[in-house]
């Protein structure tokens, strides 16, 4: 009988639940409480299904006492051996060669064993939720960049790059085999329209787009130049809009995505920040903004606020004149930094079919810094 999940039984008998009294019998036995050999037995033997569409199969036999109802039948399926349930190549049936025929058949398909077959699916699944994508990454020559270009292309993704430091994309697409990279100022309109087309013609279509480029200097703002007020915003949030502006026709073809890599700085204050906070929270509200603008359409736009990582704006980090220190920690997560990979992940979830019900949300990926 198959059971779903790959999981299939024998017998089929009854069981009677008594949630009120944390008991369940068959055929006069109290499967849960039975001592000796015919107990433990029974435990290891046994699954409970319970009869919604939700059930799955319980190998140790451990009954659901949330059950309202004071007794009820459920079915019972014999299942020789737990751990049979993670072959859905084997037939499951009774008798002591089933866990030597799984394990042949595993050794002839290939296949992981069934002891890391889950770490094997779990590879394959993260190649298939990107793969044949193409994704144009900003801010590919180091940092987190570089980690979601790496990331992408593991995943099977067409990766194309773009950063203002061509050397050094150079090394990090060495490593990305069929991808593309440009040198593009993204604080140009014309150069991030250019690039979207680079992008659209080296590949044939987009389905990503992921805005991580980004620039950060702590300034007193009482002393912050006209300039330094227009870098903040150029780079965090003006380059991300001319990006989604030329992608979008592209992306709504395709049915693609926006993964805007904003901060924490997007969603709370940061000292000697005033421009980059702008332009982070102004980047949040760009998002949301996209998100209700495309409800019907098929295209998605979220957004991620990362916390601190050693990248170069942290191992770099230079406090302005006269700093307080005591408001600089209060940046700092009390889990303390986090890699760039560890944040490139979340990137790529959201940017995979996986995440095709998440539209216009805005993640925190801060090592607990939100949680009080």
């Known amino acids: ?24 019998s068959l055929g006069g036995t109290d499967i849960l409480h039975a001592k000796g050999a015919v107990g433990r037995a029974l435990r290891r033997r046994i699954g ?24 009820k039948v459920h079915r019972l399926v014999e299942a020789p051996r737990p751990a049979a349930t993670v072959s859905p190549n084997c037939s499951i049936s009774s008798g002591s060669n089933t866990r030597a025929t799984c394990w042949r058949r595993y050794r ?20 298939s939720q990107l793969s044949g994508k193409v994704a144009l990454v900003t801010g590919a020559s180091a940092g987190l960049g570089a980690a979601t270009a790496r990331l992408f292309a593991e995943r099977g ?32 309109p014309e150069a991030c329209a250019q690039a979207v087309a680079e992008c659209v013609g080296h590949f044939g279509r987009l389905d990503i787009l992921a805005n991580i480029a980004g ?78 603008e495309f409800t019907k359409d ?25 700093a307080d220190w005591d408001l600089i920690m209060r940046i700092t997560s009390p889990r303390g930094m986090m890699e760039p990979e560890d944040v490139a992940k979340a990137i790529a979830f959201l940017a995979s079919d996986d995440a095709t019900a998440i539209h216009g949300a805005v993640y925190r990926v801060d090592n607990g810094k939100g949680a009080g």
């Open 1 to 24: 009988m198959d059971l779903g999940d790959g999981a299939t039984g024998g017998t089929v008998a009854a069981i009677a639940v008594r949630p009120d009294q944390g008991s369940a």
């Open 48 to 71: 409970v299904v319970f009869q919604d569409p939700f059930s799955s199969l319980n190998p140790l036999a451990r009954v659901d006492t949330s059950i309202s109802e004071p007794s």
């Open 108 to 127: 002839r398909s290939g296949h992981a064993p069934p002891s890391d077959r889950r770490g094997a699916r779990e590879k394959v699944v993260g190649m």
């Open 157 to 188: 993704a067409n990766v194309f790059g773009i950063a203002r430091d061509a050397s050094r994309m150079t090394e990090v697409f060495a490593e990305i085999p069929g991808g593309g990279f440009a040198s593009v100022d993204i604080a140009s």
């Open 215 to 292: 620039f950060h200097r702590m300034r007193h703002t009482a002393t912050m130049t006209d300039d330094d007020w227009a870098t903040d915003l150029a780079v965090n949030l003006n380059g991300p809009f001319y990006l989604s502006r030329a992608a979008l026709p592209h992306l709504l073809e395709t049915g693609g995505n926006i993964v805007n890599v904003t901060s924490i700085a997007g969603v709370e204050g940061e000292v000697y920040s005033a421009g980059y906070c702008a332009a982070k929270h102004g980047l949040v509200g760009l998002t949301r903004a996209m998100a209700v």
């Open 298 to 322: 098929r295209v998605r736009v979220n957004a991620i606020c990362p916390g601190g990582m050693r990248t170069a704006q942290v191992t770099e980090f230079q406090a302005p004149e006269n």
